[in-house]
């Protein structure tokens, strides 16, 4: 027997506890989150004196934005702006989380701030009320990347915590369901009015990829993570205005259609890459070279759901962006070709 033997008196999540229940007097930990140059997400921590009670009271932090690849080497410092605040559900207490976007120092976006344009677009058109809701499917990996095996007893761990704090955080979460293909998995998020759906999707992105993580378990955004007979993952994107809300809403979302139909193109360019190989026009998908759209019809680019054609107004599902995708863009191109074309 070897020293490395002999059994740890406490489990890691005991070790944990005993430094984490320790009080942390009036001191406030902000953890700062963004977005950097290769879809995924960065945080850093700052300690604060008093418990904000407006994001105005966050300041401006920054980070080296080469190491991110978000920046030059010769001209890193990026900047993190405060945009949304939410409770931490995994230091609890009066603790946040903070969504910053980015900005080089002369005040100017990021070129992987996407929500920039997006937030503007949403200002302009706030008198139409737009709410979206995505459902982000996922797949879950282990650690050798293969699909995560099914536990004894049938559900994976993640699941039930993960619900349970994006709801103490403040994320719209509406609604989970296991998907077709094993280890595959969807949470919804919304309805969200205009530029909160994008920040609550990036948020909630977080709290999956930290809860998985103390499960050992790693979250795949990939829209096909098995090749073959299998679904791919996407992020359907729900939209209503307040026309196709109220009565003859119908008539609305008819005529939306066709100004989506003449933008195929731009929509797909934003909708995800690799997202060519999951709308196949098979498992559920429309084909990525061509924009359809029908009543209660899975096997096109947008679907009525039935229900809305029967009230005669509602909302319609976008089905083509890919589980990858920046909700930024997403919503944003939605803005531009509802309102701009
Ligand atoms: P599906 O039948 O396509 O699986 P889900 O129940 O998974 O539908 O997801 C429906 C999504 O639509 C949710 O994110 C919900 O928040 C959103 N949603 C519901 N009503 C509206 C609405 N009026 N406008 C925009 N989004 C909506
Ligand atoms: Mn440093
Ligand atoms: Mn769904
Ligand atoms: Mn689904
Ligand atoms: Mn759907």
Not at 167 to 180: D, F, M, Q
């Amino acid at each position: 027997m070897s020293q490395y033997d002999i059994e740890p008196l406490l489990s890691k999540a005991s070790i944990l506890a005993k430094y984490s229940d320790l009080p942390q007097g009036d001191k406030i930990m902000a953890e700062y989150v963004w977005i950097d140059g290769h879809n995924h997400l960065r945080s850093k921590t700052m300690t604060l004196d008093k418990k904000p009670t407006d994001i105005s009271e966050l300041r401006i932090w920054n980070f080296d934005g080469s190491s991110t690849g978000q920046a030059p080497g010769e001209n890193s410092d990026t900047l993190l702006k405060p945009v949304a605040m939410y409770r931490d559900p995994f230091r609890r207490g009066d603790n946040i989380i903070v969504l910053a976007a980015t900005y080089a120092a002369d005040g100017s976006p990021n070129v992987f701030n996407y929500r920039e344009s997006c937030a503007k677009l949403m200002e302009k058109y706030a008198d139409e009320d737009v709410w979206f809701g995505i459902e982000q499917e996922y797949t879950m990996l282990d650690y050798f990347d293969r699909p995560y095996g099914w536990p004894k007893g049938g559900f994976p761990g993640p699941q039930g915590p993960y619900y349970c704090a994006c709801l103490y955080a403040g994320i719209k979460i509406s609604g989970i369901n296991a998907e077709v293909m094993p280890s595959q998995w969807e949470y919804q998020v919304g309805p969200c009015n205009g530029i909160e759906m994008g920040d609550q999707l990036w948020m909630s992105r977080f709290f999956l990829h930290r809860i998985a993580e103390d499960f050992g378990v790693k979250i795949s955004f990939h829209p096909k993570p098995l090749q073959g007979d299998w679904n791919g993952a996407g992020c359907h994107t729900n939209v209503s205005t307040k026309a196709t809300r109220a009565d003859g809403g119908m008539a609305v979302i008819e005529s939306l259609m066709e100004k989506f139909a003449k933008r195929h193109a731009e929509h797909i360019a934003v909708y995800g890459e690799e997202n060519e190989k999951r709308l196949t026009g098979r498992h559920e998908t429309g084909s990525i070279d061509k924009f359809t759209w029908g009543v209660a019809n899975r096997g096109a680019s947008v679907r009525i759901p039935r229900s809305v054609a029967i009230s005669g107004k509602g909302y319609f599902e976008d089905r083509r962006p890919a589980s990858s995708i920046d909700p930024y863009q997403v919503t944003g191109v939605i803005m531009e070709t509802m309102y701009e074309c």
